[in-house]
């Protein structure tokens, strides 16, 4: 088991780029989701999904999509890159929902837009 | 939404001493706190998690206590070793996926 894997480990863009972040977990978990990390601010949720075909909005979505055609797969794309969006992503996920299941973090993807 | 803030900011303790974090939450229906470590460079790891059923629980050397009523939950640590160091985050949840609200975290650093 691998858990949940995420890359690139590292990336740095241009303002104004696109790219995606891919995450994938091999624990069959229906739910995932992404949170960015940054200084005294602790995790915030971006997107998260309840299952495959099915994503949300958290605190922060602006300026990021997310699908999920997979129970594997939840990708989070960056439109257009902009210097706020300096941040470390983690992917997460967890067999039954936060009330009930751990949330298993992947090793996260330390992003730089200059 | 839920709001949750966790003090202090850092926190540093000798080795062998107890450490304490305490968070604070807004919504009174949250029925789920869990507690992470987070090691330097590395992801965030569950460490103990309480139900709002529950008062009190201890792994080892670990507690979470939480008060419904003042609405807040605290973490103790009891002989603190090196390895203890790290960043701790709390989090709350009121619904059943469980979009959980972090605290900002707590930097604890145990001195020899």
């Known amino acids: 088991n691998a858990g949940v894997t995420q890359t690139p480990k590292f990336q740095v863009l241009k303002t104004g780029q696109s790219m995606t972040l891919q995450c994938a977990q091999d624990?069959?978990?229906?739910?995932m989701s992404w949170y960015r990390q940054d200084p005294g601010m602790g995790l915030r949720l971006i997107h998260y999904s309840v299952g495959a075909g099915i994503t949300d909005q958290g605190e922060v979505p602006n300026g990021y999509n997310v699908s999920r055609s997979t129970t594997e797969d939840f990708p989070l794309r960056l439109l257009s890159a902009a210097p706020s969006q300096t941040s470390v992503y983690f992917c997460?996920?967890?067999?039954?929902?936060?009330?009930?299941?751990?949330?298993?973090f992947g090793p996260g993807t330390r992003l730089t837009v200059l | 939404g839920e709001n949750v803030e966790q003090h202090p900011s850092t926190l540093s303790v000798q080795e062998g001493d107890s450490a304490v974090i305490k968070c604070t939450y807004s919504?009174?229906?949250?029925?789920?706190f869990p507690w992470y470590k987070q090691e330097l460079g590395k992801r965030p790891q569950l460490i103990i998690d309480i139900r709002s059923n529950v008062g009190e629980k201890k792994d080892q050397r670990i507690a979470v206590t939480l008060n419904k009523t003042a609405k807040h939950f605290s973490l103790h640590i009891t002989e603190t070793q090196p390895e203890d160091s790290a960043v701790y985050f709390c989090a709350a949840t009121t619904d059943s996926w469980g979009k959980l609200q972090f605290g900002a975290g707590t930097q604890v650093v145990v001195t020899p």
């Open positions: 624990m069959n978990h229906e739910y």
């Open positions: 919504d009174s229906a949250s029925n789920y």
């Open positions: 997460a996920s967890s067999a039954t929902g936060g009330t009930g299941g751990e949330q298993f």
